[in-house]
C-alpha cells in the first residue's frame, strides 16, 4: 500500500510494505513488511525488512537494518544497517548508524 508522492516508488520485489506519506520508502525494493507512517520515513530503506517507523523523517536513513521500530519525528534517522532497535521521542538518536539492539526512549 503506498499512499504519498513517490511513496514505494522504487520498490520491485518488496511484499507488504505500507508506505504513508510523501516520499515514505521511496527507496525500498526487495525489502518486505514494512511500515512507514509520515513523510520520508525509511526513505533510504532498500532491502531492509521489518521495520516500523511512525513520524516525519523517523528512520530515513535506514538501507538494510531490519526489526527496528521508531516512533517520533526526526527520530532514529541516524541508523542505516543497523538492528532491532526500539527509538521512541522526538530527534532521539541511536549510539551509531550500525547500533543493534538498543532500547532509547
Do not use: E, M, R
Request: include cysteine; glycine fraction near 14%.
Amino acid at each position: 500500500t503506498a499512499i504519498g508522492h513517490n511513496a514505494l516508488y522504487a520498490n520491485t520485489t518488496g511484499t507488504t510494505n505500507n508506505a504513508f506519506g510523501k516520499a515514505a520508502l521511496d527507496s525500498n525494493t526487495t525489502g518486505s513488511n514494512n511500515v512507514g507512517l509520515g513523510d520520508t520515513c525509511l526513505g533510504a530503506n532498500t532491502t531492509g525488512y521489518q521495520n516500523t517507523a511512525v513520524g516525519n523523517s523517523a528512520g530515513s536513513a535506514v538501507t538494510t537494518g531490519y526489526y527496528n521500530t521508531i516512533i517520533g519525528n526526526a527520530c532514529g534517522d541516524n541508523i542505516t544497517t543497523g538492528s532491532s532497535n526500539i527509538i521512541i521521542g522526538y530527534n532521539v538518536d541511536a549510539a551509531s548508524a550500525t547500533a543493534s539492539y538498543h532500547h532509547i526512549w
